[in-house]
């Protein structure tokens, strides 16, 4: 696609949403995102999101796509939701590492006064934090591990703020096949300033039904399971306040708010 048309402001009638569809599972879609969904004239996204929303497409246009092809994908997006209702699938939540950003960033470029709403959606951190228990309760950060658009100095710069400053890290996109030493690294880094005993929590496929498979494990041990850590992995590191609690193969990772600080329970 070479540019985009803009269509006047007397003929404009169309809504672009660009919706986070969470980790997999139709039954974790925000009411909001399956109504934009089933009313909308276009639904277009990579066709491994098209696939887990599959049951809610029935009369839409559909347009698949495929990594890689993201800023296609995005111009193709605003260009039809000019005039008609235009829903782009994005896993997660479209804010986190997702499609909000850069659809806004074509609108913006080419001068198109598209009508865009964001819905959120569940996140893989929320997810997984949710098998996982309570992990989550405090403070955190979240690091994409990919460094496909983010230099992989800029990550190890954020890796080492985020361990020494004590903040519970979620790692995202640690391997793919042609990165496949960054999750190695990555914990390499963390364990220099933190204590190996912190617990650690591997959520694969959160949420999505009997594909799910958790692993509970510590910061100094975490290695051993770097053959089993793939892309849809998510995993949450956290510190020594955290603790894990539960019979085996039943764990659950809790991390103290400070409640215990200031009541008696």
Not at 37 to 49: E, K
Request: glycine share 8%; charged share 25%.
């Amino acid at each position: 696609m070479e540019g985009l048309q803009l269509q006047s402001q007397t003929d404009k009638k169309g809504k672009l949403y660009v919706i986070g569809i969470g980790p997999g599972s139709v039954e974790q879609l925000t009411i909001a995102s399956r109504d934009a969904i089933l009313n909308s004239d276009y639904v277009i996204g990579n066709g491994t999101y098209l696939d887990q929303v599959k049951e809610l497409l029935n009369n839409q246009e559909i347009i698949r796509s495929h990594m890689g092809k993201e800023v296609d994908r995005a111009k193709k997006a605003v260009e039809l939701a000019e005039d008609n209702v235009v829903s782009m699938v994005s896993g997660g939540d479209a804010n986190v590492y997702g499609m909000a950003g850069l659809v806004l960033e074509v609108a913006e470029n080419h001068e198109l006064d598209v009508d865009i709403e964001v819905l959120p959606g569940v996140t893989a951190i929320t997810a997984g934090a949710s098998v996982l228990g309570a992990p989550i309760v405090n403070d955190f950060a979240v690091v994409s591990l990919s460094d496909l658009l983010t230099p992989w100095e800029r990550i190890e710069k954020r890796l080492r703020a985020a361990s020494e400053a004590d903040f519970i890290i979620s790692l995202y996109n640690p391997k793919s096949r042609q990165r496949n030493s960054n999750f190695r690294r990555a914990i390499e880094i963390i364990q220099k300033t933190r204590d190996g005993s912190s617990p650690v929590g591997l959520v694969k496929n959160a949420l999505r039904g009997d594909s799910q498979e958790m692993k509970v494990t510590t910061l100094g041990k975490v290695l051993d399971f770097d053959d089993w850590v793939d892309m849809r992995t998510m995993i949450l590191i956290t510190t020594p306040e955290s603790r894990i609690w539960g019979k085996s193969g039943m764990e659950k990772i809790i991390t103290p708010r400070g409640y215990q600080r200031k009541y008696d329970y």
